[in-house]
């Protein structure tokens, strides 16, 4: 009955017209959002982050650093976008007084993360570190960006490889655009260029890094907050 009783309340917060407003009406995002928005009232840390495959990716570093996320009563919430962070920090906070709040947004979105943080009082972060000090890191330039520099364009490839997915690569390295792009640029265009793929990906990226010890430091450093 109690949890039925915070469900509801959750539910009230975030009904489901608001969240397909913040969330462009990706039916996969609401739906995530939601599950997670659920577990909120218990959590002990909530941590916001643009979408579905930086969700995937940071339950997955703790996975792969023998955590269990959920058990420790951390909440990842996928926000559909870096500019819901001002009202998903504002809604949140009522629902889970004391709760610690962190975050993780791309290098293109940090101003966005800033004003949102500064706009609903958790801090006024000039600096990325400040923001640090705060519990959210950025991201350079973006996860995909991040998981390809630490682990090389060879070992990236070679996963392509293993997924059976390296010869559409090398299909898509022949497209006119692409061609004779570096390597790095071709590999995060690929990745970016399907949704489904990206969030694939998101999962198996990060546990190669981990594997090899090569986690980006975003991610990283953020595990370590949590």
């Known amino acids: 009955m109690i949890a039925a009783m915070a469900t509801t309340r959750q539910a009230d917060a975030f009904p489901a017209d608001a969240l397909d ?16 928005l659920a577990k ?4 002990v840390a909530v941590v916001l982050v643009e979408g579905i495959s930086d969700q995937a990716a940071l339950e997955t570093a703790a996975m792969g650093r023998g955590r269990d996320l959920e058990a ?12 819901a962070i001002g009202h998903f920090l504002a809604r949140l906070a009522p629902l889970a007084p004391g709760v610690r709040r962190a975050g993780l947004c791309d290098m293109r979105e940090e101003v966005v993360f800033r004003r949102g943080l500064e706009a609903t009082e958790v801090g006024s972060p000039r600096t990325r570190s400040d923001m640090e000090r705060l519990g959210f890191y ?15 364009a060879a070992e990236v490839e070679a996963l392509f490889d293993s997924q059976g997915d390296l010869r559409s690569f090398r ?18 265009r690929f990745l970016r260029s399907s949704s489904r793929r990206n969030q694939r990906y998101a999962r198996l990226l990060v546990e ?7 986690l980006p430091r975003p991610l990283d450093a953020l595990l370590t907050h949590l």
Do not use: Y
């Open 138 to 152: 950025v991201c350079v330039k973006d996860l995909e960006d991040e998981l390809i520099r630490a682990l090389g």
């Open 72 to 83: 420790e009563g951390v909440v990842i919430v996928p926000m559909g976008g870096a500019h």
């Open 171 to 188: 299909s898509f390295q022949s497209q006119p655009a692409w061609r004779g792009r570096p390597p790095e640029a071709q590999l995060w």
């Open 21 to 36: 407003g913040h969330l462009g009406g990706n039916g996969a995002s609401i739906r995530a959002t939601a599950r997670a």
């Open 208 to 214: 190669l890094a981990v594997a090899r010890d090569r």
């Open 40 to 43: 909120v009232e218990s959590a």
